[in-house]
């Protein structure tokens, strides 16, 4: 395990630490499973926008998209 620090707003402070209560969980855990979320998030658009950049990628329809999986 690493460990960080950082500084957060007064707002999102009191924020993390209701939630934390609120789900009787640690603000360790919230903020790893944050930044989980984040990251993977982040890869998806990532690969996204790759495509979408990636003029040799062919565009299909949505129509031919159903088809192909049997929609």
Do not use: H, V
Not at 25 to 33: G, N, T, W
Not at 46 to 69: F, G, M
Request: a positive charge; proline letters at 1%; hydrophobic letters at 40%.
């Amino acid at each position: 395990m690493y460990t960080i620090s950082i500084r957060l707003p007064e707002k999102l402070a009191k924020e993390l630490k209701s939630m934390a209560k609120s789900m009787e969980r640690s603000k360790s855990f919230l903020i790893r499973e944050a930044i989980a979320t984040y990251l993977e998030e982040y890869s998806d658009y990532q690969i996204a926008l790759d495509r979408l950049l990636n003029k040799d990628d062919k565009i299909i329809e949505s129509s031919e998209l159903r088809s192909r999986l049997g929609l």
